[in-house]
């Protein structure tokens, strides 16, 4: 949909509502290349839930998933292809001729004055409009800006550069969570960023089934005693004590400790 579509139709004919009146659903073919692939995927991003879109992914071959993420490593900002992308550059640039026209008419006389004035004029009118119109395309694009960089995230190693790799890290003592990541591992490769939403999810499933317990049997389970230690590591700890030497001098040195009992 153009931009003067999506300006006159409204928002009850518009793309958007028609989205949601069908959750979202848009098939989307195969693509010939990484690039159209992930434009695609990023079309997709902006009118479906996070979860969607990661459980779609996370079910890609691990070349399609890295053929994705390479897409974003060559262009971490969205390149833009609609008509409209050079409106601003070209009516700024209008804009500046139409002053500097009306600058040299306004040293001169005559009837070469009042045509160079209506050149000028006429100028800084087409570069305003350009620019308006460059404008109104860019703040319709943000959508499409954001989800670039979501869709970035999502296809992206798990590696030591990822800003979710400590996320993943913690949602991964779920025993649920854990068992999805060494499957992923075993028969798909190496976990991305998709793969910690799915496992999010999994972590925020479990808590929801935890606090269906009954409150009385969680209580009594808070404030039960353990008879043996939790960890026997911490039964012998070293301490850090002065103990005195040969000749009566007094030193630091580690002897172990017992817990009584």
Known sequence: MSLFQGLFQGSLFSDESLLQSRDGYRPMSRATSDELAFEEW?????????????????????????GLASVFERSPRRRRTDKLRHAIPVGA???????????????????????????????????????SL???????TMALEVAHGKL???TGLLNEQHPWLYKASVVTRDLAADAYRRRILSERGPLRGADYLVMREIARAND???????????AEQL??????????????????VSVASANGAFGAGFVERRRPG
Do not use: K
């Not at 460059?134 to 319709?140: R, T």
């Not at 008879?227 to 700890?237: F, I, S, T």
């Open 134 to 140: 460059g404008v109104l395309a860019a703040f319709s």
């Open 208 to 218: 929801a089934m935890e606090m269906t317990r009954i409150a009385r049997t969680v």
């Open 223 to 240: 404030n039960r005693v353990d008879a043996a230690p939790l960890d026997g590591a911490h039964a012998r700890e070293p301490r850090l």
């Open 152 to 154: 970035g995230l999502c």
């Open 93 to 131: 640039a209008s804009m500046l001729v139409g002053a500097l026209v009306l600058w040299v008419g306004a040293s001169v006389g005559g009837v070469a004055a009042a045509l160079l004035q209506a050149l000028g004029a006429g100028f800084l009118a087409v570069g305003a409009t350009a620019a």
């Open 42 to 66: 990023t079309q997709r991003v902006t009118h479906q839930h996070e979860l969607s879109v990661a459980r779609e992914l996370a079910g890609l071959p691990e070349e399609a998933l890295a």
